[in-house]
């Protein structure tokens, strides 16, 4: 059984960075694309980046130029590198992988996905 599960999650200020990880157990095979979403209390989750399995990666324009996916498929893992984090990304940050060449735009919609890890930005 896949299971995904995220980590890196915690507490910064503004201008900070963090790390994000997505652990893929089980086999990953089944997995081509791989993206990250976040959903704030009350809304519905947003697509922040996703990664094919050949490593081409697609932003929202919110994060670009700020964050970077990655995935090292040997490790099974998926990152997301956060850097000058703002208070509006704080949120639950959720993993999610799919068998066809994209994720969905909709987390729900996804093969697989994580139980989401907190990031939270002080002013």
């Known amino acids: 059984q896949v299971q995904l599960v995220e980590s890196g999650g915690g507490f910064v200020q503004t201008g900070g960075s963090l790390r994000l990880s997505c652990t893929v157990s089980?086999?990953?095979?089944?997995?081509?694309?791989m993206g990250w979403y976040r959903q704030v209390a009350g809304k519905k989750h947003e697509l922040v980046a996703q990664?094919?399995?050949?490593?081409?990666?697609d932003y929202a324009d919110f994060v670009a130029g700020r964050f970077t996916i990655s995935r090292d498929n040997d490790k099974k893992t998926a990152y997301l590198q956060m850097n000058h984090l703002k208070p509006e990304d704080t949120a639950v940050y959720y993993c999610?992988?799919?068998?066809?060449?994209?994720?969905?735009?909709?987390?729900?919609?996804?093969?697989?996905r994580g139980q989401g890890t907190q990031v939270t930005v002080s002013s």
């Open positions: 999610a992988g799919h068998r066809s060449a994209v994720v969905t735009s909709r987390f729900v919609n996804n093969n697989y």
């Open positions: 089980g086999s990953i095979s089944d997995i081509n694309s």
């Open positions: 990664i094919t399995s050949s490593g081409i990666t």
